[in-house]
């Protein structure tokens, strides 16, 4: 949660635990410093979910599996789950975990690059979790409108960047620019879409939530 860390703390120590299996590759991720959702974060996910309850999801970065192994832990036994890595080191070790969790019949791991497969894609979606390339969230907005069914959600995690999407490009770093340019953008884009109802919430690092209105 963006903002006073002893809030945060107290917050997150109301929240119950995983799985077992859940827990123990969360914490292999941050031993390994291995960005996966915040627990904040995981909270409003579950809690999604529930309200919603879809049946076929599209995540834009899997990276070791955590995510997608969590929406099939809590969603629907019929939830269908599609996600997309890019990152050689980060498949292996998500296609191990997600045969290791017991959800290989429910989570598909495309290889590729999303900015490839994307527009490949021709099913449409009840839910859509982007967590891949901050810098292309303008793009994936875009694949995204296509692909979600009429009323589907969007989620899009890190978009407020710790608190430095507030600031002037000038104060961020050089390297992180380009990325700061571009989620501005995005953010822009998706509140004052015609095709969205969204609200951008300070929840983990920022999530942007929208539903398709038509």
């Known amino acids: 949660m963006i903002g006073n860390e002893r809030l945060t703390g107290f917050v997150n120590s109301l929240y119950k635990g995983n799985t077992p299996f859940l827990d123990a590759l969360e914490r292999d991720a941050r031993n390994d410093d291995i960005p996966i959702i915040r627990k904040e974060t995981q909270a409003f ?15 834009i ?7 997608a192994i969590f929406m099939a832990e809590y969603s629907s036994p019929g939830c269908r789950i599609s996600t997309i890595e890019n990152y050689e080191k980060r498949i292996v070790p998500a296609e191990k975990n997600i045969e290791k969790s017991g959800y290989s019949d429910r989570i598909t791991l495309i290889r590729g690059d999303a900015a490839e497969i994307l527009p490949t894609l021709q099913e449409s979606f009840d839910m859509i979790f982007i967590d891949a390339a901050k810098a292309q969230y303008p793009f994936y907005l875009k694949e995204a409108d296509r692909l979600l069914k009429p009323g589907g959600l969007i989620l899009a995690d ?22 700061h340019k571009r989620m501005r953008e995005f953010l822009k884009e998706i509140t004052a879409s015609d095709h969205f109802t969204a609200a951008v919430l300070p929840i983990g690092d920022g999530i942007a939530v929208a539903v398709k209105d038509k």
């Open 45 to 59: 996910l579950r809690f999604v979910l529930k309200e919603r309850d879809p049946r076929s999801i599209l995540e």
């Open 61 to 67: 970065g899997a990276a070791i599996g955590f995510s």
């Open 158 to 179: 890190n978009c407020l960047q710790d608190g430095d999407i507030l600031e002037s490009k000038f104060a961020v770093e050089r390297r992180n620019r380009t990325i």
